[in-house]
């Protein structure tokens, strides 16, 4: 029910969108969010949106440098990603939550981001 998609390899300084794509049920309740991991680290939350409304929220070492938006028409969210340093290298999951609770009950298959020094 999650796609996320468009990691790859790009030079430090270098951007990079990931998309997440939504399907079969209505995420007009939940919030979405991007978590990262890294190998040999645990996975870590990066960016969380509200799907209605829009309000965000970012992981220190993140902001100011990523965005999280959401396009309701395509049932989507995006993670825009701008100058990305090594440490940003990671498998990239999407994931969603009902507003009020505590767990992330849906996750995408997760997608690589590796940024060279």
């Known amino acids: 029910q999650l796609q996320a998609s468009g990691g790859g390899l790009v030079q430090a300084g270098g951007s990079l969108r990931l998309s997440c794509a939504a399907s079969g049920r209505t995420f007009s309740n939940y919030a979405m969010a991007w978590f990262r991991q890294a190998p040999g680290k645990e996975r870590e939350f990066v960016a969380r949106i509200r799907w209605s409304g829009g309000s965000t929220y970012y992981a220190v070492s993140v902001k100011g440098r990523f965005t999280i938006s959401r396009d309701n028409a395509k049932n989507t969210v995006y993670l825009q990603m701008n100058s990305l340093k090594p440490e940003d290298t990671a498998v990239y999951y999407c994931?969603?939550?009902?507003?009020?609770?505590?767990?992330?009950?849906?996750w995408g298959q997760g997608t690589q981001v590796t940024v060279s020094s």
């Open positions: 994931a969603a939550k009902v507003v009020t609770g505590l767990e992330y009950l849906y």
